[in-house]
């Protein structure tokens, strides 16, 4: 046996008791000591001096105590104290405020436990430490002060990167919308809304590479109308004009859409036609001539076209094959109101 197991911690009661005040007064800062049958409570140094007292200088019952519990702690601690003396708890332990003699107040833990029992097994004796806590106790609410005052910046900042997120979303949105119109703007002729030529010929250089690649029949048709001339000089420019868009309208109504249909000049138009070749374009071109003739030009003679129409060719670029199609066209021109194949 070593020196400390060979200690001698006493045996009579006081000597027992004497050791156990030594030991919480190490372990805590002060110590209370209730004798329940006579509610007297006593209270080491300690105690009083961790609330700025003289020892002894208050009196020895549990009001004491009641009376210096912050108000807005104190039911809680009532009503966990009571709990454990109706054994509905098997320990009491409470941080709480107490005042202080200079009236500030300081956050203590308060530990206690029955020590002494009657016959009936009734408490008779309990024994509590307090630990001055304050300034853990401070230090834990401030960086919880820190933490919701960040949760609620996160939160700020959150919202703003939302509301930032949805209106850049709605600038882009009414961006792709400004780009689609610009687009759609750059690519229609204003006057009979059908495709420009720069459009046309985009679409028409895309055609062309598929039928490189896939020998699809695709087909050209071209029309101009006749004598457009002296319908302007009859009317004026402005019907000259209607009539451009009725012919327009109307035709592109008999077309699929797929067809590119585009003004290829003045009163020019030209269509690309994928997937036909070239006795279909022209009976097509028969189809739209008619049309042209039926069209609701508001004018008091009937208007025609001639047409000119042609397949795209194994090994022809598209030079050539606009040439030709502008060939048979001349020499529809001859004739006019007809469809030349070429
Ligand atoms: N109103 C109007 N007329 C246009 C427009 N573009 C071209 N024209 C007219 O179309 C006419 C074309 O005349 P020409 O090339 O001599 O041909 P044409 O009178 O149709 O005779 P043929 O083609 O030989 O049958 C010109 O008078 C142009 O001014 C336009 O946008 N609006």
Redesign the pocket.
Known sequence: MDKLEMQDYGTTREEIERTLRYALDIVSDGIWDWNIRTNHVKRSPGWYSMLGYPPDSLPEDVDTWKSVIHPGDYERVMRNFQAYLDGDSLIYAEDYRCRSRDGNYLWVSDHGRFVEFDETGQPTRMIGAHRNIHQRKMASLELQRKNEELLALNRTLEDLVAARTEALRQANEALAQQVEAATRLSETDP?TQLSNRRHFERNLHGEWQRFQRHGHATALLMF??????????NH??????R??AAVARSLRAALREEDCFARW???EFIVLLPDTDLAAAAHLAERLRLLVAGADAELPEALSA?FSVAAMRAGEEIGPLLKRLDDGLYRA?QR?NCVESC
């Open positions: 006057l101009d109308l006749d004598h457009f001339k002296r319908i302007n000089d004026g420019h402005p019907v000259g004009d009539a451009l000049g003045g009163e001639s021109k006019r």
